[in-house]
């Protein structure tokens, strides 16, 4: 079990990578006009999220796996695992807007400025370190 915690540990770091800078790209993006910049910032987008998400999959595969051979997450106690997998939940879906912005990047419709995107690329610092802290303190 330890070496599917090891893997889950080092897909989630790299799934978070993604979700960390492709946020960035975007900043990048609602602020570049030159169409050169833009295509290869697109380019740099479009190839993240692909392995982003690639890395994402095994991340959470390897969870539910330890989720279930722990049997963590039943009777008292476990309040801290049902919040876990809410952030898990949360930042699946985040991972999923990432993908719809990408696509109104490449269709040319985004609406939103820079600012927006830098408070944007926030949210999944704020998740990793409550589910960080949720997993080693185990608050309740």
Known sequence: ML???????VFVAS??????????????LAMEKEPMVIERLLLMAR???R??????????????????GYGIGRGPGNGWMHAKLAIVILLIGYH????SILKKFEQNR???????????????VI???????LVVVKPF
Do not use: D, Q, S
């Open 96 to 99: 999923h807007a990432c993908g």
């Open 3 to 9: 070496w599917i915690k090891a893997l889950h540990i």
């Open 127 to 133: 998740l990793m370190l409550l589910a960080v802290i």
């Open 47 to 49: 190839k993240l999220f």
């Open 51 to 68: 392995f982003m998400t690639l890395l994402a999959v095994p991340a959470v595969v390897l969870g539910i796996w330890l989720w279930i």
């Open 15 to 28: 799934w978070f990578a993604g979700l960390f800078y492709l946020p960035r790209i975007f900043v990048n």
């Open 110 to 124: 985004n609406t939103r400025g820079h600012v927006w995107f830098r408070w944007f690329n926030e949210a999944p």
